[in-house]
């Protein structure tokens, strides 16, 4: 269980745990020729371009071998495992300070990341794979559950719900449950609520706004990092200029409970939650003057 300082303790594989006092920034290391938002940037030299992210605060370093932008088609195993398990081996090699996690929907790639000495599954789709929740438990590695409505491929075509928030959160705790149900230790659940996938503007709002009612059920990953939402909101903005609209739903995401903040904008979330999270901490652990202005 978290101490009144801690925010979220989290265990992962190999009997490490990650202990956060604030929300911390897990660092994008997409390794995909087709990511919205990164296609193609870490492939010269991903196992250098994750230890940077390290370098700049990451607390954890999410390797993703499958782009899950709208639209994108499934990336068949083989291809998956080559473009993934060399980067998470390479950086085990390198020692990288910071646990990695594996972004991926496949329990057969888990299995194998993991064995490679990732120490974490982050799985957008939630247990898609029947297989997935075992694969963890197994492993005994930590589990980042998110919510989707469809699949990559048709997910942003017409989503649609009667109540959102409602229906992403009895989905993740059903998923949860599902989970710990398979054997996976309820320490090692983080949840999410899917930013983008399956969600029109409206619906992302709606659930950035519900953060605190769905921290209830397990320490929150929100990731929001260069997505159309941000673009929506920012008249149109391209990817290339939503980092500063990132920077401020960042801030609001972690005020609101995320313990976790996915971000490909490492060192610039890293300032923005530590002082965020200074300023917003402030005011309880002021002394408490009966009220009066000094
Ligand atoms: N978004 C993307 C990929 N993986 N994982 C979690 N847990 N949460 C997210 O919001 C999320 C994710 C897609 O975005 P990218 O192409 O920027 O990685």
Redesign the pocket.
Same mark, same amino acid.
């Given at each position: 269980m978290p101490t009144t300082t801690e925010l979220a303790r989290i265990r992962l594989a190999r009997g490490l745990e990650l202990a956060l006092e604030a929300p911390g920034v897990?660092g %994008?290391l997409?390794v995909t020729p087709d990511?919205?938002?990164?296609g193609g940037r870490h492939l010269a030299d991903p196992v250098g371009a994750g230890l940077r992210l390290v370098e700049e605060g990451a607390v954890v370093l999410?390797v993703?071998g499958e782009?899950?932008?709208p639209g994108a088609p499934p990336v068949p195993l083989d291809e998956e495992r080559r473009r993934v398990l060399p980067v998470i081996e390479g950086l085990v090699r390198a020692g990288c300070p910071a646990p990695i996690s594996v972004?991926t929907r496949k329990a057969g790639l888990a299995r194998e990341a993991l064995a490679a000495g990732a120490a974490l599954v982050?799985d957008?789709t939630g247990l898609s794979d029947p297989d997935l929740a075992g694969v963890v438990a197994a492993a005994g590695a930590g589990l %980042?559950l998110?919510h989707i409505q469809g699949t990559p491929a048709t997910m942003q075509a017409a989503p649609r719900y009667a109540d959102v928030v409602a229906e992403v959160e009895a989905w993740l705790v059903a998923r949860r449950a599902a989970a710990v149900a398979a054997g996976v230790d309820p320490a090692a659940v983080l949840l999410?609520p899917?930013?983008?996938?399956g969600k029109a503007l409206e619906h992302n709002l709606a659930l950035l706004a519900a953060l605190p009612r769905l921290a209830a059920h397990g320490p929150l990953?929100?990731?929001?990092?260069?997505?159309a939402m941000l673009g929506a909101l920012l008249g149109g903005r391209p990817v290339e200029g939503r980092l500063f609209g990132g920077l401020g739903g960042a801030v609001v995401a972690a005020c609101r409970g995320a313990a976790l903040v996915?971000t490909?904008d490492v060192a610039a979330t890293v300032d923005a939650l530590r002082v965020a999270w200074a300023i917003a901490g402030a005011d309880e652990r002021a002394p408490r003057t009966g009220g009066g202005r000094p």
């Open positions: 897990m %994008v997409n990511s919205f938002s990164d999410d993703g782009s899950t932008r972004d982050n957008v %980042v998110g999410d899917g930013i983008g996938f990953v929100v990731g929001l990092s260069r997505k996915r490909h």
